[in-house]
């Protein structure tokens, strides 16, 4: 159980455009939703948190209006990057979380690469 | 606010000799306490966690961790490295809070090498 899914696990596009990557607990409800980035060699930085049916709360230096993220079910959030250019190129990863059976304890997504060119 | 600091971000053992990853956390209130391992191009797993019951904590592959807050220590152990132990492992902490949040806040990491 606790199985989080990712989609794309790889991407490439042109700078310019915007790509969408897509997180979901495939097993049980996630009531929150977390978004990482990480770079080459180094750790996780959160990027935001998302709890589902309400907008989500950005860290500080993070863009909202070019990291727009969405959770609208319980079972599914999604990080559009919007004009994506080549310094967004990171691995990304999401994590969810359910505060009832499971406690508080975050299951990782498989990470998504992003490469823009 | 929390931190975590991992000491060596490069640690090379033997196939058959004890493994010790270093953490030190930085909390204002208590904490959980995280180990993670990455393999290449892939997302986290949860090796163990430790959430204020025992101190010593026991996950999975053979490690374990043990709290200590005098030191503000947790560091991970596995008596016997395996090859296939070699990966990423990161610490993390995050604090003891009910409902919404609980917030990770992650290590640096350490790149752990096994050799023959």
């Known amino acids: 159980g606790a199985v989080v899914s990712q989609h794309p696990s790889r991407v490439i596009c042109k700078s310019g455009t915007s790509v969408k990557i897509e997180c979901r607990s495939l097993d049980f409800q996630a009531t929150t939703m977390f978004w990482y980035r990480q770079f080459p060699k180094q750790s996780l930085m959160l990027m935001a948190t998302s709890n589902e049916g309400s907008k989500a709360t950005y860290e500080q230096g993070v863009e909202k209006d070019k990291f727009l993220i969405n959770h609208a079910s319980l079972t599914l959030s999604t990080l559009t990057v919007t004009s994506a250019h080549p310094e967004d190129s990171s691995f990304y990863i999401c994590?969810?979380?359910?505060?009832?059976?499971?406690?508080?304890?975050?299951?990782f997504g498989p990470g998504t690469r992003l490469t823009v060119l | 606010a929390q931190s975590v600091t991992q000491l060596g971000s490069h640690v090379s053992v033997s196939e058959g000799a004890l493994v010790l990853l270093r953490c030190n956390y930085s909390s204002s209130v208590p904490p959980y306490l995280f180990w993670y391992v990455q393999y290449p191009n892939q997302g986290l797993q949860l090796l163990l966690k430790y959430t204020s019951a025992a101190t010593l904590v026991k996950g999975i592959n053979g490690f374990e961790a043990e709290f200590k807050k005098s030191e503000t220590s947790f560091h991970l152990t596995k008596p016997s490295a395996h090859m296939s132990d070699a990966a990423e492992y990161f610490c993390?902490?995050?604090?003891?809070?009910?409902?919404?949040?609980?917030?990770?806040?992650f290590g640096t990491g350490t790149q752990l090498k096994v050799e023959l």
């Open positions: 993390a902490v995050s604090d003891i809070v009910t409902g919404g949040g609980n917030k990770l806040t």
């Open positions: 994590s969810a979380r359910d505060g009832g059976v499971m406690g508080n304890e975050q299951f």
